[in-house]
């Protein structure tokens, strides 16, 4: 398991080579060589190494290795990494209008794809509309926001 802003200083893989080797990856988050605990800044940073070493990290395979990808990656897949039933459900609800600039990109986008690559350019923790653990809501997105965004109505 790869966590891309502490590889910047370690030493970067590509997903790509680790497919080609059959080495399971997972993206994740790491304070000890990295400096953010943000899943949507981390693959932001993904992204953006891949680009630099000439390779792609297309959206949905970003969502895959900070999901299923990295429960496979710690042989958790069984209990975590996706909605099957019976596995233990801890996410978060991401707003499509957290900031004037998200909401402005995502309805100009055609596909789930772009949407997708709209959140991870430009995703943050302002993003995050709600967070849910064992499926319960553990923690509401910012006082007064609406499920469809600050201001918006429903």
């Not at 940073?45 to 891949?50: L, R, T």
């Not at 909605?83 to 459900?89: L, R, T």
Request: aromatic fraction near 6%; proline fraction near 6%.
């Amino acid at each position: 398991r790869r966590a891309p802003i502490s590889s910047t200083l370690i030493s970067p893989a590509t997903t790509d080579q680790s497919d080609c080797h059959g080495v399971r990856v997972g993206l994740g988050t790491d304070v000890g060589g990295g400096d953010s605990f943000s899943i949507l800044r981390t693959i932001n940073q993904a992204y953006k190494m891949q680009q630099i070493q000439q390779y792609s990290l297309p959206p949905i395979r970003a969502l895959y290795m900070a999901t299923l990808g990295g429960a496979r990656a710690l042989d958790l897949d069984r209990h975590i990494g996706n909605f099957e039933k019976g596995k233990e459900a801890d996410f978060v609800v991401l707003d499509y209008a957290a900031t004037p600039l998200i909401r402005r990109r995502i309805e100009s986008a055609s596909s789930i794809m772009e949407k997708l690559f709209v959140l991870q350019m430009l995703g943050d923790d302002r993003v995050i509309r709600e967070t849910r653990i064992m499926g319960r809501k553990a923690h509401p997105g910012k006082p007064g926001q609406s499920p469809t965004g600050p201001g918006a109505s429903s």
